[in-house]
């Protein structure tokens, strides 16, 4: 509650002071603002006139159109812009001090990023030791980027935990000691990335000031991105590595300017469409990144007056597709990849492909291709109409009269080769269309951009009401960027007290929302909560959560000429500073250093061994991932420490079952915890060699050798975590697994179900702290046992299970399975390679189904007893003159119940359900499905040993409360081991 009181009392004083009589102004004072866009063609400039309030809060503001023009890009992308503002200012004959605003949507330094250009060397301190060493910063980029920028990275002690308690302390020696290296090396940019820094960021601030008073500029990730702290901390690098060029071009822009005589408040746009001033855009470059496509769409609404609809932005070499809801640009909710590297930041959904006015056409096995290919801004050069050599979609389109520029006579293309290009151009449209339209309803589409020009006039499509071409369209993104408003954004995870409301997340959340919104110069009557998305922490105590919230509003340029301050996204979010001298509660759990360490299994000394590749490695994450019918966890990070381990020179080996004697001991092992936190609080590598050194130490005493590492769990990510382990402890992974996919709760565990006894087994945190297992007489003890004490371990736990025999795995587990997992990888990649569908590769690979392709429409969640459960519905693809059928899939963590529209069963759990992406076979988890993906919703049979009598009382669709009868989609299929196929 101190929270609310905190941000209620700031609103407060804001409000009364701050804004003053700007709240009369805003609504009385017509102001000229010039909007500008600047595309790889052309670069668009419009001079707009406020009119008053629009009446909605929120809403764009009213504003008239005076001039536009239409000027090419230039190289240096300056002088073209200032060229084409210029020309609207002679347009409409207006004094330059009568201009208010100047607002500007470019991509110069999203373009920067692709072609490796003008990017500064960057010092980068992570603060989370003892975790997250198995991962450095950069990994997983390019290896093209790392050429072209100089990263000085440390990992060093600080952090916190999910509940904003300190990891570990800041560790100022080892800091100052890099930060000075670091300047010896000319660095002046730095980053600071902290473990569960969106929660808690006091340390990445109070190490933030550090490195400004030895480097001089420094990015903090909180500012930055949401969770997952290797995207972070990727987006604050390339945020750092931007800003020297960011600084120049808004300095360079602000003079060119002044020198025309424009001395108002310069704005640039964001990538959700709103403004971030000159100084702000300095700081944030990143946040610009793909303004291009929202500032369209933004306009498109604007001159249609619709609020939902699929607008289409055509630009001379590209289109990007988006979708407008409530008038907002629909958001991404997966990562983000800008220019190879993994993101987090906020980025519209927009499919983007090589279609525009300067697409070169081609003639290609009796038919056209278009594009991708571009003449882009030479098109007045090059295309036909204008003497060039060179046949575009333009030439196409002034040849069928459907616009007019340049010299038509000059486009001399057949009636049937017109046809056929414009079939081309018209299919790729509609194709993109509906990639991006998510249901079954009817939407009105917009065309606009310079590119528009070249469809047909009569262009239509099912599942369309109608197709719009404003008369202003070739502006759009012009006007968009010149009605664009401010908003205050908030992605954190709120913890809230005992004895709070159930709204308090979300209360807390938008408050906090406003009151950024305001402090980016927002009109406190304009501004609104649009968009609130709050969703429960499975694993995690105390009802937490993680609130997405936006609020926007108009700009208040009076305000903001006065002088605005810029706005830090931890505005109003401050939980404290950072104490170094407050003292860390010392962990109850004791460091165990394990004694045994020779291998008892040397390498190749009982036949052929499979030796993990960088290719296999992939097929494996790809395949666990599938196997994980929606939960066990992403594999991506572990397939990231995998790449590095092997980079290293690492060697990870695994073993036929068979040659494992019926005396000797393998240990089961994996991961236990909350994923959201393990994307945070990312493992050190000792979590899992330090239980298997104490169970290992502990049966040396009793005569009993351990020769190899046991996989739990295949599917998901504790498919590659022993494997990881193995290539540390000198140990082979045995081919097999104990729960032929991944199951939500450890008495699912194959061998307990067999009769291994609940005992002997192990957690361990990141500094490689122990706790054996006490008193647990069942697999259930077991599991509230370990669940209690993972949450004191920060919800990040390396795991050993019970030890059992050769004999014992051999006749109890489930056999061949990481086999199982490689082929699958292996036929998504090669359907990849050879562009045939990867769903029907891995239906062929298994002898699965394939239930239904098509749309999710809905997802619901619910967060209780430490689970993700709710339901998922997928509507089917259209077929024509067909009503299509909308399936229900049930999950608790992992996929359960599958089902048609009329109740049919048609999976159930053990057979692994999984939701595949329809282009790539990227298997989705649970808790990663979002409405409008499409995807094809797939059942696999399960391993023999699940469909038994005994085992389908634990994890058949029973055990999950549903009262049917468990029947497999088809025979299982065993898999070669690979390294003899």
């Known amino acids: 509650i101190t929270s609310l009181h905190r941000i209620f009392l700031l609103l407060t004083a804001t409000l009364a002071g701050r804004l003053g009589s700007s709240l009369l102004t805003h609504v009385t004072r017509k102001m000229l603002r010039i909007g500008v866009d600047c595309g790889g063609t052309n670069t668009d400039a419009v001079l707009v006139q406020e009119e008053a309030s629009s009446g909605d809060a929120g809403a764009a503001p009213q504003v008239k159109l005076l001039q536009s023009c239409k000027r090419p890009t230039t190289a240096g992308v300056t002088s073209g812009i200032i060229d084409a503002i210029k020309t609207v200012i002679e347009l409409g004959k207006v004094e330059p001090s009568k201009i208010r605003a100047v607002t500007i949507g470019t991509t110069l330094f999203l373009n920067a990023l692709i072609q490796r250009k003008n990017l500064a060397p960057v010092c980068v301190l992570r603060l989370g030791l003892p975790a997250t060493t198995t991962v450095v910063p950069t990994a997983g980029w390019p290896e093209d980027l790392l050429q072209k920028v100089e990263i000085f990275s440390k990992i060093t002690g600080g952090g916190f935990e999910y509940d904003g308690q300190a990891l570990s302390a800041v560790d100022e020696d080892d800091i100052r000691s890099h930060l000075t290296a670091a300047k010896a090396k000319g660095i002046t940019q730095g980053v600071v990335s902290a473990v569960f820094s969106p929660v808690n960021p006091a340390q990445e601030q109070y190490v933030g000031q550090m490195v400004q008073e030895v480097l001089g500029d420094v990015t903090l990730s909180s500012d930055i991105g949401a969770f997952g702290l290797l995207e972070r901390e990727n987006s604050s690098i390339l945020n750092a590595s931007l800003r020297p060029l960011a600084q120049a071009t808004v300095e360079s822009m602000k003079s060119a300017l002044a020198g025309l005589g424009l001395f ?487 061998p307990f179900l067999r009769g291994l006894a609940a005992e002997s087994a192990c957690l361990a945190d990141a500094a490689g702290r122990v706790q054996m297992s006490e008193n647990t007489h069942s697999p259930k003890d077991l599991e509230t046992f370990f669940r209690q004490h993972v949450i004191k371990m920060g919800c990040v736990a390396g795991i050993t299970l019970s030890p059992f025999s050769g004999k014992f795995m051999r006749a109890g587990t489930a056999l061949n399975t990481l086999s199982t997992a490689r082929h699958l990888g292996h036929s998504v990649l090669q359907a990849r390679k050879s562009k045939t569908s990867p769903v029907q590769a891995v239906l062929d690979e298994t002898g699965g189904k394939l239930i239904v392709q098509g749309v999710i429409v809905d997802v619901s969640c619910d967060i209780g007893g430490g689970f993700t459960r709710g339901k998922i519905e997928v509507e089917e693809e259209a077929t024509s003159g067909e009503k299509r059928r909308v399936f229900s899939l049930d999950y608790q963590n992992e996929y359960l119940v599958l089902r048609d529209d009329g109740g049919k069963l048609l999976a159930t759990v053990p057979d692994i359900i999984s939701i595949l992406d329809t282009e790539t076979g990227r298997a989705y988890l649970s808790d990663e499905v979002a409405f409008g993906y499409r995807v094809a919703v797939v059942a696999l049979p399960c391993v023999p040993i699940l469909a038994t009598e005994e085992a389908l009382k634990v994890v058949g669709p029973r055990a999950f409360g549903y009262d049917v009868d468990y029947h497999p989609v088809g025979q299982y299929r065993e898999q070669a081991f690979p390294a003899e196929k």
Request: glycine share 12%; with cysteine; proline share 6%.
């Open 264 to 750: 108002c408040p310069l704005f640039l746009t964001q990538n959700d469409g709103t403004l971030i001033s000159c100084d702000d855009a300095k700081l944030f470059p990143i946040r610009t990144f793909v303004c291009g496509a929202t500032n369209s769409m933004r306009g498109a609404l604007y001159l249609t007056g619709l609020k939902d609809a699929i607008v289409a932005d055509i630009g001379g070499t590209t289109t990007d597709v988006g979708r407008i809801k409530n008038g907002l640009m629909v958001e991404s909710t997966n990562r983000v990849e800008v220019g190879g590297v993994s993101t987090n930041f906020r980025m519209p959904e927009v499919y983007s492909f090589g279609l525009g006015g300067g697409s070169i056409v081609r003639r290609v096995d009796g038919g056209f291709s278009v594009g991708p290919d571009s003449v882009g801004f030479e098109l007045s050069t090059r295309a036909l109409v204008f003497g060039g050599d060179t046949l575009t979609t333009s030439d196409v389109a002034v040849s069928a009269g459907i616009c007019a520029f340049g010299d038509p006579a000059k486009a001399a293309v057949s009636e049937e080769d017109r046809a056929a290009i414009l079939n081309v151009v018209t299919t790729a449209l509609k194709q993109a269309i509906n990639r991006v339209k998510t249901s079954k309803q009817e939407v009105p589409v917009v065309l606009v951009g310079g590119g528009a020009a070249i469809i047909p006039k009569d262009f239509h499509m099912e599942g369309v009401s109608c197709v719009i071409i404003p008369e202003q369209a070739g502006v759009a993104n012009a006007l968009g960027a010149a009605i664009a408003q401010v908003s205050g954004n908030v992605d954190r995870v709120i913890v809230p007290p005992e004895g709070a409301p159930e709204s308090y997340r979300r209360d807390v959340a938008k408050a906090e929302a406003i009151a950024k919104a305001m402090a980016a110069g927002a009109v406190p009557s304009s501004v609104r909560v649009v968009d609130v998305n709050d969703i429960g922490l499975a694993y995690i105590p105390g009802n937490a959560g993680r609130v997405r919230v936006k609020a926007i509003g108009d700009t208040d340029f009076e305000r903001v000429q006065e002088g605005s301050s810029t706005v830090q996204e931890n505005f109003a979010v401050q939980v404290g500073k950072y104490d170094p001298a407050a003292p860390i509660p010392p962990s109850p759990y004791p460091i165990y250093v394990p004694k045994v360490t020779a291998s008892p299994f040397p390498q190749g000394s009982r036949g052929t061994e499979w030796i993990i590749n960088e290719y296999d490695w992939e097929c494996l994450a790809i395949g666990a991932a599938i196997m994980g019918a929606g939960g066990g966890g992403s594999p991506e990070l572990g397939y990231l420490r995998g790449k590095m381990a092997l980079k290293q020179g690492k060697v990870m080996r695994v073993v036929r079952p068979d040659v494992i004697k019926d005396d000797e001991y393998v240990i089961p092992t994996g991961f236990m915890g909350a994923p959201s936190c393990l994307n945070e609080k990312m493992p050190s590598g000792k979590e899992i060699v330090a239980t298997v050194g104490k169970i290992r130490d502990a049966l040396q005493t009793e005569d009993k050798t351990v020769v190899a590492l046991f996989v739990a769990e295949v599917g998901g990510s504790n498919c590659l975590e022993p494997l990881l382990a193995s290539a540390d402890l000198g140990l082979p992974v045995v081919d097999a697994d104990g729960m032929g996919r991944a199951f939500p709760e450890l008495q699912m565990f194959i």
